[in-house]
């Protein structure tokens, strides 16, 4: 008899899923499918393991492989917007204005404030202040990124 998978296991194989192709128009409904569960319950799952949502995960991940891609190389910023997933060049400049502060152009020249990073192996990720307690958090390394959930 096959041991039954964890809420954990099926939540870093929809990971795998959407890090394999962060540029594809991921969908709850099919993430859903991938692990195993009714969406509405996958949601509550994702959201209680990795602390937001599927689309601000996916969308937050999108945002990290753009500022890399802009620290690392010399592509035209709508290079980068169509590679990680953003529409247009206005799509990308407004998200990442959003989420860091300043825009792509003002990034690859300057760089990200020390105030405004977050902690290495990703720092570009900045956690967000937590309302609730103090959580027990376990890292699990995915082929290039980090993963942090909470316990329950």
């Not at 990795?50 to 995960?57: D, F, K, P, Q, S």
């Not at 990680?84 to 407004?94: D, E, I, K, P, S």
């Amino acid at each position: 008899m096959a041991k039954a998978r964890s809420n954990a296991d099926r939540i870093a194989d929809v990971c795998r899923v959407i890090e394999a192709d962060l540029s594809a128009p991921h969908r709850t409904a099919s993430l859903a499918r991938v692990a195993g569960m009714a969406q509405h319950n996958f949601q509550r799952h994702f959201a209680a393991a990795l602390g937001e949502t599927v689309a601000g995960y996916i969308r937050s991940r999108r945002l990290e492989r753009a500022a890399l891609a802009l620290e690392r190389g010399r592509d035209r910023v709508i290079d980068i917007a169509l590679a990680t997933g953003f529409q247009t060049h206005a799509a990308l400049t407004r998200a990442f204005t959003a989420q860091f502060g300043c825009s792509p152009s003002v990034f690859r020249a300057e760089g990200l404030p020390p105030d405004r990073q977050g902690l290495p192996p990703r720092p570009y990720l900045r956690p967000l202040p937590s309302r609730t307690l103090m959580a027990r958090c376990d890292l699990v390394q995915v082929p290039d990124q980090w993963l942090c959930w909470r316990s329950t």
